[in-house]
């Protein structure tokens, strides 16, 4: 018997799937906008809460976005249209669009971010490397993630990772011995060097993530392993998209609610384009 989803009902689904109470204490997660009894017919499904991504859900006709950033983390006292958070928030509510996130429970949780970007690389056996206890089913969850791949020169990880990542701008960073073999890897979406410590600790050999500034990645190397690989954050948490549709046209197609799940291909990053520096040499 078909069931007409709500915005309520999508919440239930992503609150079973990616608890809050799992999600950080600094953070802000779950319901933003909207009404929990207005019908869905379209999901549009996307990393930040942008203009870009506002436009492409009311073109698309959508009823609910789902990111995966928060769009007010920080909080914020005013909300007028000439800010660019206030005018995301009053096109939104003028569409009828509601507005979902997951974020810190959507990167620790057993099929989420850190999952999407472990698989993406092809690691095998990853589990969190840093444990935050068992879901539902007892399945590990926490945060990044940890495993063994095929032998391989750094060379060779870093032209695998760029050829699988979504396309953008940024391009991946490599700090490290080229030649050396790696096959202990670790992963984490989004900003990473706050990990750096713990994935030396477990003896990875490369580790992948993003935001990496440069007195930490310098200190780091100078240290010894693991080698670097730093890619954009919109890049390194994308892979989760399509994850998270799949998992809702299952349940759609269990309910035959005549829903259409989106995921958003604009990159989000801030940056628009790249130039390698070539000049300052005497």
């Known amino acids: 018997m078909a069931r007409t989803w709500t915005v309520s009902h999508v919440c239930s689904l992503m609150e079973r799937w990616y608890p809050a109470a799992t999600a950080e204490s600094w953070d802000r997660v779950g319901l933003i906008l ?3 009894d207005r019908p869905v017919r379209t999901v549009l499904l996307a990393v930040d809460p942008v203009g870009a991504v506002a436009d492409e859900a009311i073109a698309l ?72 206890g068992t ?25 695998l990772v760029a050829s699988r990542l979504p396309e953008g701008p940024t391009g991946l960073l490599v700090g490290g011995d080229e030649e050396r073999i790696v096959e202990r890897v670790a992963v984490s979406g989004g900003s990473g060097d706050s990990f750096l410590g713990r994935v030396r600790d ?26 670097l690989l730093c890619a954009s954050h919109w890049a390194t948490e994308w892979p989760w998209l399509p994850v998270l549709a799949e998992r809702l046209a299952r349940a759609e197609a269990r309910d035959d609610a005549g829903v259409e799940v989106v995921v958003s291909t604009i990159v989000t990053e801030p940056w628009t384009s790249h130039r390698p520096t070539q000049g300052g040499r005497a």
């Open 135 to 159: 879901d539902d089913e007892g399945r590990p969850i926490g945060h990044g993630r940890i495993g063994q791949i095929d032998p391989m020169s750094l060379s060779d990880l870093a032209d």
């Open 202 to 227: 477990l003896g990875a050999d490369a580790y992948l993530c993003a935001d990496l500034r440069h007195h930490p990645a310098s200190e780091h190397l100078e240290a010894g392993s693991p080698a």
């Open 34 to 36: 909207g009404d929990g």
């Open 61 to 132: 006709g959508a009823d609910m976005i789902i990111t995966h950033h928060p769009l007010l983390l920080r909080g914020a006292s005013f909300l007028p249209e000439s800010d660019p958070k206030g005018r995301i928030v009053a096109r939104l509510i003028r569409a009828g669009i509601a507005l979902l996130n997951a974020h810190t429970n959507a990167d620790c949780a057993s099929d989420g971010v850190a999952r999407a970007l472990a698989d993406l690389v092809g690691i095998r056996g990853a589990v969190p490397f840093e444990e935050a």
